[in-house]
């Protein structure tokens, strides 16, 4: 009999993969009987959801990019590279 | 804001005839190291960002993935886009990058409890191991529509910034921007089992944080 703190542990996890069977029936059987850990479960779904509706600007999460002089120095260092490549590199 | 960037199929592009015009990449004619920067530049950045968390490695990384692709631009036969050849040489440098950093740092063990898992769960008798009463998940009033509150979303995201960086980095990558965790595991060199963990703390952390600062508040006088 899987404890809470195994459960929760498989309760994540099956938000990531298939877990293998035995381990989905350990964790349901567990939820079964456990109200705190079918509320973890439940909880976490909404916990999805509600991530998933974060807006990105509320996040930073929008791609972060580089700056003017960041790509100018980016260029330099790369057009310096290019010119010591051996000529006869092909 | 999603970085999924899944075009490393570098094969499959032979044989189609779509990608002509990259065929005249010469010794050094057609390599033109300003424009990678202006069109990618941007793009291998963010991707990179996002997966280390820190500017000015994703930097010097996208740096090195443009030296490398100027040494290696005879491995570039056209096979696949610039574009994606470009992505799949970052991808090689982060898992390097990944690779010696994760041997400096001790690999989360699953066994000992983990910090979010710290007074949740009994340490002994009865209930080890299982949820300590006043802690246990409460019941909670969720919203049943999409109909998510700008207040919650503070909340949330206040949870969120309190999480510690690496767990932060992972959870965002897999819930927000939607990355499966296998690419999570081979971006940033974690093996599923870490990744597993790291996930499973942001979520036990989230979960307790938004019962204390959010549900809590309203069950209060229950």
């Known amino acids: 009999m899987l404890n809470c703190r195994q459960a929760t542990r498989l309760i994540s996890q099956s938000l990531d993969a298939k877990i293998p069977w035995h381990q989905r029936l350990a964790m349901k059987v567990h939820l079964l009987c456990c109200v705190w850990c079918r509320r973890y479960a439940a909880q976490l779904k909404f916990l999805r959801r509600a991530t998933r509706e974060l807006p990105p600007e509320a996040l930073d999460a929008a791609p972060q990019k580089l700056s003017i002089v960041e790509k100018e120095q980016m260029s330099a260092r790369l057009q310096e590279s290019v010119k010591k490549l051996p000529p006869s590199a092909e | ?222």
């Open chain 2, 1 to 222: 804001m999603n970085f999924r960037q899944p075009t490393t199929d570098g094969a499959d592009g032979r044989g189609r005839g779509l990608q002509t015009q990259t065929l005249h990449l010469g010794p050094l004619s057609g390599l033109d190291p300003e424009s990678w920067v202006e069109q990618y530049g941007d793009d291998l950045f963010g991707f990179a960002a996002a997966r280390l968390g820190d500017r000015a490695t994703a930097q010097d990384l996208v740096q090195e993935t443009f030296l490398a692709g100027i040494k290696s631009r005879e491995g570039f036969a056209g096979r696949s886009s610039e574009r994606s050849w470009l992505f799949g040489i970052l991808r090689n440098k982060l898992a390097d990058y990944y690779r010696l950093r994760n041997r400096e740092e001790a690999i989360t063990d699953t066994d000992p409890p983990l910090p979010e898992e710290r007074g949740a769960f009994g340490t002994g008798g009865l209930g080890k191991d299982g949820w300590i009463m006043k802690l246990a998940p409460k019941a909670w009033e969720t919203p049943d529509g999409t109909l998510i509150s700008k207040e919650f979303q503070d909340v949330l995201k206040s949870c969120l910034s309190r999480l510690p960086d690496k767990v932060a980095q992972v959870f965002r990558l897999r819930e927000i921007d939607g990355v499966s965790s296998e690419e999570i595991c081979k971006d940033l060199g974690v093996s599923p089992n870490n990744l597993w963990v790291m996930l499973h703390r942001a979520r036990m952390g989230l979960r307790r944080c938004l019962e204390v600062h959010w549900f809590g508040n309203k069950q209060q006088d229950e």
